[in-house]
């Protein structure tokens, strides 16, 4: 199975494909680490139900829609027409950016429950909001290349 680059199609792949093309196969990774997310800020008590909120809805919103444009990409909706790599991109570029905001309010929120960590149940808080941070740069930074290489797709299509 050798993968193909998104610079050499210009459409979406579709059925099995998706699994095997470059940058379709981040979908995979994507809804791994957002739903790694998703599990530590729901498990993590709310210190800060502002800031924790906005992460739980990208890390939830991100995770659906992954689901989402995989599930259609697998069953071909999208016909090979152009107007659904356009979708793809403006897609891969709303993720990215939802997801670089959470990840900096989730690191700041962790930065200031770092002086608490004296106590045991904050210390687990602590510990879990520790792993959220890392999760979530990691589904950013796996969002920012699919982008990348989906506006590579969109530009030649």
Known sequence: LAMSL????TSLPSGLAVLTTFPDVLII???IFG????????????????????????????????TTLLCLY???????????????????GIAALFYLSAAVLEAYFTYF???????????????????????????????VIHKVFSLRRWKSS
């Not at 998104?6 to 199609?9: D, K, V």
């Not at 697998?74 to 891969?92: E, K």
């Not at 106590?119 to 740069?137: H, K, L, M, S």
């Open 29 to 31: 990774p994507e809804i």
């Open 74 to 92: 697998i069953c071909g909706v999208h016909g090979g027409s152009s107007s659904w790599v356009t979708l793809d991109a403006i897609c891969q």
């Open 113 to 143: 429950t770092s002086f608490l960590s004296t106590n045991p149940v904050i210390r687990t808080i602590y510990q879990e909001n520790i792993a959220a941070v890392v999760f979530a740069f990691v589904a950013t930074l796996v969002y």
């Open 35 to 66: 739903g790694l997310v998703w599990i530590l800020v729901a498990s993590s008590m709310v210190q800060s139900p502002i800031l924790q909120g906005w992460v739980m809805f990208v890390s939830v919103f991100c995770f659906i829609m992954s």
């Open 6 to 9: 998104a610079t050499s199609t």
